[in-house]
């Protein structure tokens, strides 16, 4: 079926700003499929039905409109924790800011080094999870990135690794148009932590492909960076093995445009899969979480929690969906996407999904939004808390949920006291 003329006037401009790496092996194969499927699919727009809640106009544009880089004046993320530091500068990896990339338990390499290889073990993974998440929606920036992402590296983790490896994302161009691809393996037994932080070029599209082998377990905690301006599209695919664990936590403050995607493959019996998000917005900020986690195996576990405060006309999105297969017995599915709405001006939109083949499993979702509890409030200025303090208490606590899934009591802490932070600097007059 021949794509309408305007979504093929879309991608073809979009295409011809951009050039598929030269020379990569065993990943030309993956990128010309990819090249394929994008050009059959064709790049969103709002009439498409996982659209219809964000406009990917800017995302679609032949060229990365500018973004003016955001100095927090503050310490960065993670900054107090031993982990092995991965750079990259406006989507280029960065050797000399990073560190020795060699770890007990864990390969790193570079996505380039490691196409290079005639054989290795990232080729039956590079563009492979992308490909499967394409059905039953189309992912057309994964497809895109897949194709063309110009960076990356690869990490393959063998036993429980000692400590984090930290994605550093750093913005120095003002119109810098990043792709970066990651492909992740964590074998069987094997315990593996990443992090990531900043805002990483003016327009982002990166994908993650995580493959987690049985009794292994991958968390993942991600900050989005702070710049005003940016655009960024994220996707995740991971497919989990028999008792396996996928945890991951997005903190996302400021961004005008943000749309992250997740797609997760819950495999192997007695696995679990949560995923959560926080985030925080003022003004012109757009920012939409699409989640589906598919459940093909008996006895599993997901969590879908995610929690938005809003003000000064920002706007949220939430498209969630859990699919039971038929046979996917005992399992035990929870979504829940929630916005604290701090003005009149802010919005939420949310589109929460169940689709169950299975007669014994117990799922559940809901969707709620709406203003400071009136009552709370009250409470908390009767026994002489100010306002504004009282009014930042409260939204902490409704943010509690999401940011509970983080493991690593560190790692929350210091998420907490950037979202406290924030609040502080966009408090009401």
Wanted: charged share 25%; glycine share 6%.
């Amino acid at each position: 079926m021949a794509l309408p003329q305007a979504k093929l006037d879309t991608t073809e401009a979009r295409l011809a700003e951009l050039t598929m790496p030269e020379g990569t092996g065993w990943a030309d194969e993956a990128r010309k499929n990819a090249l394929l499927r994008l050009n059959a699919m064709g790049l969103p727009g709002p009439r498409d039905e996982y659209w219809r809640f964000t406009r990917p106009d800017a995302l679609n544009a032949p060229t990365a409109p500018g973004a003016a880089i955001f100095d927090p004046n503050e310490t960065p993320l993670y900054s107090d924790i031993d982990r092995l530091r991965v750079v990259f500068r406006d989507g280029v990896f960065d050797a000399e800011a990073s560190d020795d990339l060699g770890l007990e338990n864990v390969e790193i390499e570079r996505l380039s080094d490691a196409t290079a290889k005639d054989i290795h073990w990232a080729k039956d993974l590079y563009g492979v999870l992308e490909a499967r998440g394409q059905n039953p929606v189309m992912r057309p920036f994964a497809a895109m990135n897949t194709a063309f992402a110009s960076d990356g590296i690869v990490i393959r983790a063998t036993g429980k690794v000692s400590k984090p490896i930290s994605l550093v994302y750093l913005h120095e161009n003002t119109s810098s148009d990043a792709i970066l691809h990651f492909v992740v393996r964590v074998e069987e037994g094997a315990d593996l932590t990443i992090l990531e932080n900043g805002p990483a070029a003016a327009r982002f599209n990166k994908c993650m492909e995580i493959d987690i082998a049985d009794r292994a377990a991958f968390h993942h905690v991600r900050a989005q960076g702070r710049d005003h301006e940016r655009l960024a599209v994220t996707h995740l695919f991971a497919r989990l093995g028999e008792e396996s664990t996928f945890k991951s936590f997005t903190l996302t403050a400021n961004g005008r445009l943000t749309r992250n995607e997740a797609v997760i493959e819950v495999k192997g019996d007695n696995a679990v899969a949560h995923i959560a998000g926080a985030a925080v917005g003022d003004g012109e900020f757009h920012h939409d979480d699409t989640v589906f986690i598919t459940h093909d195996a008996i006895n599993c576990e997901s969590r879908q929690v995610f929690k938005k405060v809003l003000r000064n006309g920002a706007v949220g999105a939430f498209q969630g969906k859990i699919l039971v297969k038929e046979g996917a017995q005992k399992t035990d599915g929870y979504q829940i996407s929630q916005a604290l709405l701090l003005d009149e001006d802010a919005e939420f939109l949310a589109k929460p999904e169940l689709e169950i083949y299975a007669d014994d499993v117990a799922c559940s979702h809901g969707s709620t939004s709406g203003a400071i509890d009136e009552d709370a409030l009250f409470y908390l200025r009767s026994r002489g808390v100010p306002s504004a303090e009282a009014q930042d208490l409260l939204t902490l606590a409704f943010l509690a949920e999401a940011i509970d899934e983080i493991e690593d009591e560190a790692i929350a802490d210091d998420i907490l006291s950037r979202l406290e932070g924030w609040l502080q600097r966009h408090r009401s007059s």
